[in-house]
């Protein structure tokens, strides 16, 4: 089931895309900035809204000053969430905040990146600093966002090891883990140690139990709370925390790991627009692999 609405227009800087496919983001429904103009809540309400943010698609036309990308070109991206989504046939979107899509993927999974990737880009590039031949260590590797931290590392040219699920060893080795480890009957601290990088997507006792396997210098970059400061100078580590933005150029990045090989998209499903709803409830009901994407047209 959806509704009609208008068909939005592209002020200056932005573009209007005809939206192919769009993708969800866990707990995006209870966000602040998914109901209001502002990511705290205060502004006011901007109800009805359309929900997924992540989007691969063709532009349809260009606001003013708007050079590139031009009518035609196929894009993705992610879209501030104090902005409409793309779960639509259009959306309108800040140019500056897109970038061309991965050529060697179709619209759909292409969808499935850039949230999650972004995420996992920014937590190796640019708050690890990641160099080839050091070990991460990713909790929670099987997760949306694991996912992406387990490829890119590995293609980065680092050593994995990732704590998954006794049913997702396997999956997680897929992606390119050297070592996984179950993080319910096993504990990781028995398996690794001097590590130079924790990503950790958990939290909780596996975030604060992860300072002990780094090595001095190392460093823990956490997407789930900001980590304890003085337990990282207590092990002399670096501690950091940090919110995803939109970001062209870890978007251009992206699309060349997925050309060149190095990073694939996982789709836990496929839905037609129609269904957005159910992908919504799967999403806080059922295990999955991958993202829940929403096939917007062909
Ligand atoms: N700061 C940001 O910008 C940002 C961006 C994206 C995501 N996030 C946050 O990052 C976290 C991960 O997101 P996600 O989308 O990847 O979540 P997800 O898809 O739910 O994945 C979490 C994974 O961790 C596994 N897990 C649970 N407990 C574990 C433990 N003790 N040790 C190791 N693995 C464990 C889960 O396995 P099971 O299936 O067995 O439960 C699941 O595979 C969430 O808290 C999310 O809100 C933050």
Redesign the pocket.
């Known amino acids: 089931m959806y509704e009609e609405a208008p068909r939005p227009k592209p002020g200056p800087g932005e573009v209007l895309v005809a939206v192919k496919a769009a993708s969800m ?3 995006e429904l209870t966000w602040p900035a998914t109901w209001t103009h502002t990511s705290d809540g205060t502004g006011p309400e901007r109800t009805p809204i359309i929900p997924s943010h992540e989007f691969s698609g063709v532009v349809a036309e260009s606001g003013a000053g708007v050079e590139s990308p031009v009518e035609g070109d196929a894009v993705y991206g992610l879209i501030p969430f104090v902005r409409d989504g793309a779960a639509a046939e259009y959306v309108v979107l800040p140019a500056a905040v897109l970038a061309p899509k991965p050529a060697t993927v179709d619209h759909d999974h292409a969808a499935a990146l850039p ?2 990737a972004s ?1 996992a880009w920014q937590a190796l590039v640019d708050h690890a600093d990641l160099q080839a031949g050091q070990h991460v260590l990713v ?8 996912i992406f931290v387990v490829q890119l590392a590995a293609g980065l040219g680092a050593r994995v090891s990732a ?3 006794a049913g ?1 060893l396997g999956f997680v080795k897929g992606l390119g883990a050297e070592q996984v480890i179950d ?2 009957h096993d504990r990781f601290e028995d398996h690794v140690r001097d590590v130079d990088v924790v990503v950790d ?6 975030q604060s139990r992860s300072w002990s396997v780094l090595r001095p210098g190392g460093v823990l970059v956490t ?2 709370t900001p980590p304890d400061q003085q337990e990282a100078a207590r092990y002399g580590v670096r501690g950091a ?4 933005e939109p970001n062209q150029n870890a978007l251009r990045s992206i699309a060349e790991f997925v050309d060149d090989g190095r990073l694939r998209p996982v789709l836990d499903r496929v839905l037609p627009l129609s269904e957005t709803r159910l992908g919504y409830e799967a999403l806080e009901t059922a ?2 692999h991958g993202k829940i994407v929403i096939h917007v047209a062909d």
């Open positions: 983001t866990p707990h949230l999650a995420s909790q929670g590797g099987a997760g949306g966002v694991g704590t998954a699920a997702d993080y319910a997507l958990v939290g909780g006792a596996a997407l789930v925390y940090f919110i995803v295990k999955r």
